[in-house]
């Protein structure tokens, strides 16, 4: 594999094989699955911190989703290796909170797949915008990473 080029610093990475049920009519990954794969790494990565869901459901408190951008970059098929990697990238404790997402697949160490969320804190109990718990910004707020230097 060639050296994958981060977009940030020290991401969390989670390893993917593209299946046969993965695939369109067009032979290619199916954009859907991409979302999937983002969704999953972002909450293995909250788990891995420390916030899985039972800590949200005991805290009443969750990120939720409001906005998200995807960028499809390279088309995968069936038994590409890809990691995705994400990284929080906008927090400091405040109501809203932006991940980023990079796929890249292992043969040819290229990003196929780009992706922005944004979040805002909850209350569970009623859906409504309520201020992170101290447990968050504890958890969260260290974690913001730093833009990777440009790739020469």
Known sequence: MTAAKWDFADPFLWPVTVQAEHIDALAHTRNTHYVEWCMEAAWAHTTA?????????RLDRAMALTHAEYDYLKATREGDRLVVGTWITDWAGKMKMTRRLQVVCEQIGETVFRGALEFVCIEISTG??????????EI???LIAEKSLPHT
Request: no cysteine.
């Open 49 to 57: 911190v420390g916030l899985g869901a039972e800590d949200y459901q």
């Open 128 to 137: 409504a915008p309520k201020r992170p718990p101290r447990e968050f910004i």
């Open 140 to 142: 969260y707020g260290p």
